[in-house]
């Protein structure tokens, strides 16, 4: 059974930085693509950034270029979002999900619970 989970979310004022963190357990890591989501309430699930299984990049929403940065380290079996320079607009519940096939970047089938991440002004 594939298992995500996020963590590193927190209350934090505007300009300031977090990481987030994602271990998949279940299945190997490396040759799946991983990506952060993000969620406020009564909105849809947007993606924010994407590394694939090859190491490609894409970041989704503009607001966030030059200010995150996705890694993934296959070793540890770990994703992470780097966030720096953190908006009040960037509040959200972060997720980390995952497509059910290997070398395909979608759809996403498989996520974790989320984390929080809240920035106040």
């Known amino acids: 059974q594939v298992q995500l989970v996020e963590s590193g979310g927190g209350l934090v004022q505007s300009g300031d930085s977090l990481t987030l963190s994602c271990v998949v357990s279940?299945?190997?890591?490396?040759?799946?693509?991983m990506g952060w989501f993000r969620q406020t309430p009564g909105m849809e699930r947007k993606p924010v950034a994407v590394?694939?299984?090859?190491?490609?990049?894409?970041y989704w929403l503009d607001s966030v270029k030059g200010r995150f940065i996705i890694s993934r380290d296959n070793a540890k079996n770990t994703v992470y979002l780097h966030m720096n320079n953190l908006k009040p607009e960037d509040t959200a519940r972060y997720y980390c999900?995952?497509?059910?096939?290997?070398?395909?970047?979608?759809?996403?089938?498989?996520w974790g619970p989320g984390t929080q991440v809240t920035v106040s002004a």
């Open positions: 999900e995952t497509p059910r096939n290997a070398h395909s970047d979608f759809p996403f089938d498989y």
């Open positions: 590394i694939s299984w090859n190491g490609g990049i894409t």
């Open positions: 279940g299945r190997p890591f490396s040759p799946y693509t």
